[in-house]
């Protein structure tokens, strides 16, 4: 059974900061690897997908890795803005379902 | 392209009642997914349909059902209501291949 598991639970930087969040999954025979950011009381804007054939994906300031081997996927935020400030998800998939599993989240607030 | 939609926003409802909610995928998407989001059990998998069959179940009650229909539309039905049910529900639809997902703002369900 795949667990998702996300550290820490919360975050806090200064505006300007580059910054990592984590991600670790249990089985490393996932499909997808997704990153969701969520506005408090909004859906889920997706940000970044990996394929499991891949290593890395970029889109603009974010930058998402996927390592299977370690089971561990990273978000990568450069310069962050106090508009960065939400909760980020990562969810993975795994062949024949589109199910996704998600971890908890890490609630980011950038400080102007 | 218009995105995921759901309707209604928000609905409150009494302990025993029962509640449908709808979701219209991204046009030419034909997966939909259902999820649960509380604060204490995070997004939780609810069901996943494609093509007008359930193709996936979460470890739900009896009391949760769904269904699809030809033009991908989803609804979801929650039977003789319990405080526990409340909570945001949302759904997502992707294309062919397991890819991208995509959520709607969800449905804020409160049971009093």
């Known amino acids: ?112 | 392209k218009a995105g995921v939609t759901q309707t209604p926003r928000y609905l409150i409802k009494t302990r025993g009642q029962q509640v449908t909610l709808s979701c219209s995928p991204i046009s030419g998407h034909r997966s939909v997914s259902w999820y649960q989001q509380t604060p204490g059990q995070g997004l939780q998998f609810l069901f996943e349909y494609f093509s007008e069959t359930q193709r996936n179940k979460g470890n739900f009650p009896g009391r949760f059902s769904g269904r699809q229909f030809s033009n991908s539309r989803s609804e979801m039905n929650v039977s003789t209501l319990e405080l526990g049910d409340s909570a945001l529900y949302l759904c997502a639809s992707s294309g062919l291949g397991y890819n991208e997902q995509f959520f709607g703002p969800g449905t804020r369900l409160t049971v009093l």
């Open chain 1, 1 to 112: 059974k795949q667990e998702v598991t996300q550290i820490p639970a919360a975050l806090s930087v200064p505006e300007g900061e580059n910054l990592v969040l984590n991600c670790s999954f249990t089985d490393s025979a996932i499909y997808n690897l997704q990153w969701f950011r969520q506005d408090p009381g909004k859906g889920l804007t997706s940000l970044l997908l990996i394929q499991s054939s891949q290593r890395e994906q970029t889109s603009g300031r974010l930058n998402a890795s996927l390592d299977k081997s370690s089971g561990r996927s990273t978000l990568y935020i450069a310069a962050s803005q106090p508009g960065d400030s939400a909760t980020y998800l990562c969810a993975a998939t795994q062949g024949g379902s589109e199910k996704l599993v998600f971890g908890k989240g890490t609630k980011l607030t950038v400080n102007p």
